[in-house]
């Protein structure tokens, strides 16, 4: 598949601040891509740029191989779903569904019928003559994704749609979301600051930080081979060494590198002898400082060799959490350590 949308060398300034710093991003059609960064990383000031709701001060935006950037929002063919849901309180789920198709001119046995569709894909075909007051905020948040689908916008914006949720709403919606992106085959670009969201929605994550794309790659590669400091603190609980560090746990660092990282179900508590081990990894006494349940894994704080390491292990029920200050045996694989590059390198 071709590029789709790009964005060339776009540039964005508020005052003196530099929010989006010469971004350029490529996405093919029918993709989910996702934004994923800290707050007042530009991720939702590059939405509205695309959308025409913010003016770039420098690039390029193509779409289908139209430059759209010096467009107004309603000739980009671009439909966006914020995270407050901005349903008009005074009309009814259909009326809001339908509410582009009207000023777009369509007829009205049109719009009701592409109503209709929609309702019907968010399941909210019995709540059609409802007012927004009366329903959910999940029910409020499908009934803004129908009315940007409504008009068939070339792309679809979402900005953080999720963040006011409860948890398993989210979870449940993002579902919906990603099923219904899949189904109209719908070019998409997703804003959140939550990691798991981009990890389960996207085709592609793009990992943004001071107005910058600083790693991209497909969920999986995001995850487990962060590049850089940040992505690695950024992509979830990472112990991040420093070069002494490494030396005090694994006791030789084959790099030049400055920095280094570990996942926290990388590094294993022992139970058994250390001889059924192997020879690949290296043993490390320490002592457990914290124990945190999270559902179906269990976090330790851990300070080995002087070190302090967050360790995650399977909560599977067969034994009780070890206790805090209790001595424990770690294995440290090596292959697990990644090297990380220097910041902007």
């Not at 430059?67 to 107004?72: F, Q």
């Not at 916008?153 to 579902?175: C, F, G």
């Not at 389960?200 to 850089?228: F, H």
Request: hydrophobic share 40%; charged share 25%.
């Amino acid at each position: 598949m071709s590029d789709y949308l790009e964005l060339q060398g776009i540039r964005k300034r508020f005052g003196s601040a530099n929010v989006l710093d010469e971004v350029n991003l490529q996405i093919r059609e029918g993709e989910l891509v996702t934004l994923l960064g800290p707050s007042g990383c530009g991720k939702s000031t590059m939405l509205r740029c695309i959308a025409g709701l913010s003016d770039i001060d420098g690039g390029r935006i193509l779409l289908d191989g139209k430059d759209i950037a010096n467009l107004p929002p309603r000739s980009r063919e671009i439909g966006m779903v914020f995270q407050a849901y901005a349903l008009f309180p005074n009309l009814t789920v259909s009326q809001n569904i339908e509410y582009g198709l009207k000023m777009r001119g369509v007829d009205k046995a049109a719009r009701k019928s592409r109503s209709e569709e929609l309702l019907a894909i968010v399941e909210l075909t019995d709540k059609r003559d409802a007012y927004p007051q009366q329903l959910s905020g999940g029910q409020q948040q499908r009934v803004a994704l129908a009315r940007s689908l409504a008009v068939r916008p070339k792309v679809l914006l979402l900005d953080e749609p999720l963040s006011a949720l409860d948890a398993q709403i989210r979870k449940n919606l993002r579902s919906e979301i990603r099923a219904i992106q899949r189904q109209f085959n719908m070019t998409t670009i997703f804003v959140t600051h939550d990691q798991e969201e981009a990890l389960t929605l996207s085709d592609r994550v793009c990992l943004m930080n001071k107005g910058r794309i600083v790693q991209e790659g497909a969920p999986e590669a995001i995850y487990t081979k962060p590049r850089t400091e940040f992505v690695a603190r950024f992509m979830g609980s990472y112990n991040v060494l420093s070069r002494t560090d490494a030396f005090k746990l694994f006791g030789k660092v084959d790099s030049a590198a400055q920095s280094f990282a570990i996942r926290p179900e990388s590094v294993s508590l022992l139970k058994g002898s250390a001889e059924s081990l192997g020879t690949d990894r290296r043993i490390a006494e320490g002592t457990i400082h914290t124990v945190s349940i999270l559902g179906n894994v269990i976090r330790y704080g851990v300070e080995a060799a002087g070190v302090r390491l967050t360790i995650d292990a399977l909560n599977d029920g067969r034994s009780l959490p070890l206790a805090e200050r209790s001595p424990i045996r770690l294995a440290l694989d090596e292959s697990q350590l990644l090297h990380l590059e220097q910041e902007g390198a």
